[in-house]
């Protein structure tokens, strides 16, 4: 994973930063939801915040704890492009004072209206076919 190890001043700096977030909210054009569900157990997370941030939009399509299945809402902003997007996410484990951010080099259409994607983090980072860095591999349906 692309964590490391905070100090508790720094845990409550980086909630800040993420609490401080802008927010995607969807409008009613256009209107549907996308389904997440990711690899890692919430039990070993923990305490935790946890976003999943749009390059697009510039903005959190989630912000909470850390859940295995999140379901987003979007609209035609993003779904335009064929919902391509550069997704980042980032993880702030309280208790554990880790701070995790996962960004892969390629955009991926996450944003089609029911689409459903199952992301799996990888330990570390590797390089896809064309060699740009991917932490983590996405399958969508």
């Known amino acids: 994973m692309g964590c490391k190890k905070l100090e508790q001043k720094q845990v409550a700096i980086e909630r800040t930063r993420l609490e401080q977030q802008p927010r995607f909210v969807a409008g009613d054009k256009g209107r549907a939801a996308v389904h ?3 690899n890692l157990d919430p039990a070993a997370i923990g305490e935790s915040l946890f976003a999943i941030l ?3 939009s510039h903005a959190a399509v ?3 704890p ?3 299945d999140v379901t987003v809402e979007i609209d035609e902003r993003l779904i335009s492009d064929k ?6 996410f980032r993880l702030l484990q309280t208790k ?3 701070f995790c951010i996962w960004i892969n080099e390629r955009g991926e259409p996450y944003w089609r209206p029911g689409a459903r994607a199952t992301i799996k983090f990888l330990d570390e ?3 896809d076919k064309d060699g740009l860095t991917k932490r983590f591999d996405v399958n969508l349906e």
């Open 83 to 88: 919902g391509y997007d550069g997704v980042e």
């Open 96 to 98: 554990n004072e880790q």
């Open 66 to 68: 850390y859940k295995t």
């Open 36 to 38: 997440f569900h990711f």
């Open 125 to 127: 980072a590797t390089l």
């Open 54 to 56: 749009s390059n697009r």
């Open 62 to 64: 989630y912000l909470g």
